[in-house]
């Protein structure tokens, strides 16, 4: 789309749909973290510290959880004088979001913060509080990092998402309607998504004609997939931001060959909204560390830059989230950009903890060798692994033309590498693995009991 929609979109439309205070702010924030991104780390590492200091300060003073916990550690916010000092608080875990909900909420804000709720693939509900200010900057940080994917604000965008739960009332539809036109986007819902409404898809987004396609990994990929097999080439967009999924190097692989355009890979979640995303290099995804802080727990005895993900948000004054575990992996990079941003980067991020796998004889293997290995079998399109008993394993698989028996036994092979033979492995050939029903695919499943 041209010049002149972005403009006045910026200038006219947005605010109009923003009322007040709120679309002023946004925009405001949008600018002052456009001027961020360019300051040297060092200069983004002493920016963040100020902005952390001024949260701690904030969270002994007016927020009564963390200052009875801090009090029984004997722990002041004056003695946190490092990250090295900060990395020595306790974690935040939703079990304890949950249990101390009244208490996390800041004493000026009791009675009168919004709040939301998330699923999380790992079935675990939570609700949690922010401030409009809060949700104003975060929604500044993802226009930011969805601009450097060509999503400027006012793009044309077609959203492959998961829709809303339920049946919206008439008056709701037509108010998304005009608000998805406003922003030039439109919405798909990936929840409805079948190989039998594949073709509908494909003709919604020539009709629409976006200029970038935003969708979770999973349908995309499914999309791809059946492009590539009826040979079908679909309206070309510029660019297609993966999200809410973890996006392996086949699944961009396979997006990029159908669209015929870049895949950017992005991270985030409902509790903090855009944490990272690749720039236009797509050299790894740059870290939000100008609004958040993420740091990433190494396991016991190892030092490396691989562990679990640990966030805190800078600017949610009404329920502050003090390292907040929130059940990812990720790897940190220790390059620089070329882009010339100063925010440090990530070079990939390792998804959900999957779930691990349990043998007989006590063995555990990671749920992350399952998608390792199984990237490489060819003809492999999907797979669902489930374990329901110590000694069974049941291994849904979607084939494609290239599956044969040689891939099957490569599958046993492996497997038998890594759990001998104390594990009986069963092979499921099916025509569909169906989402789950938040709309992700969750790939390693153990239902045995804790
Ligand atoms: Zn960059």
Redesign the pocket.
Known sequence: MSGWYENAFRRVLFPAYETGLRRRHTLDYLDSYQRDQWLAPEQIVTLQWQRLKRLLEHCEREVPYYRRRWRELGITAADIRSLADFAQLPLLTKADIRNHFDELTADGWRGRLPTKATGGSTGEPLRFGYTRESNDRRTAVMWRGYAWAGARMGRRTLFLWGGAVGEPSRAHRLKDRLHNAAFARRMLNSFHMSEANMAQYADAIDRYRPEVIVGYVGPLVRLAQWLLATGRRPWRVQGIIGAAEALHAFQRDIIEQAFGCPVFNTYGCREFMLIAAE?E?R?GL?VNADHLLLELKPDAGTTDAHGEVVITDLFNYGMPFVRYANGDMATASGER?S?G?GLPLLARIDGRVLDAIRTPAGHVLPGEFFPHMLKDVPGLERFRLVQRRLDRLDLSIVRGRDFDDASEAYIRREVDKVLGGSVELHCHFVDDIPLTRSGKQRVTVCELPP
């Open positions: 720039c290099q050299h740059h950009c882009c941003r």
